[in-house]
């Protein structure tokens, strides 16, 4: 059970990946990617967990020895993370409309035809 975490954030790697490598049209591309960086930041999230660690809050009647403290700096960055992840998937959703209007299609293939054309 300890490696479940890990399982999980493995299968959900490979569903985006083979949604990525997959699918024809970019918004699905797009929402491959974010099912892509859920894994990423499940798997980061999962390292930085440690068995029976607590919240580092320091207490004055307890020595540092005495206690295991589990490090707040992984799900931080995985915070960032997500903050990040989430403004380039608005970009990126821009872009898609726009080549929408461009193009009429979503579909890659048509739109490298169409581009090809122009």
Excluded: W
């Excluded at 307890?62 to 380039?88: E, F, K, R, W």
């Amino acid at each position: 059970m300890h490696n479940l975490p890990y399982v999980v954030a493995i299968v959900i790697f490979c569903i985006g990946l083979y949604m990525i490598i997959t699918e024809d049209s970019v918004m699905k591309k797009i929402i491959g990617l974010t099912i892509f960086q859920s894994s990423i930041l499940i798997f980061f999230i999962a390292l930085g967990k440690i068995r029976f660690g607590i919240v580092p809050v320091s207490k004055c009647e307890v020595t540092p020895c005495d206690i295991i403290y589990s490090n707040p700096l992984p799900h931080v960055l995985m915070l960032t993370a997500i903050v990040v992840g989430i403004a380039t998937m608005a970009v990126a959703i821009s872009f898609c409309i726009l080549v929408q209007k461009k193009f009429g299609t979503l579909n890659s293939t048509e739109i490298l035809g169409r581009a090809e054309e122009e």
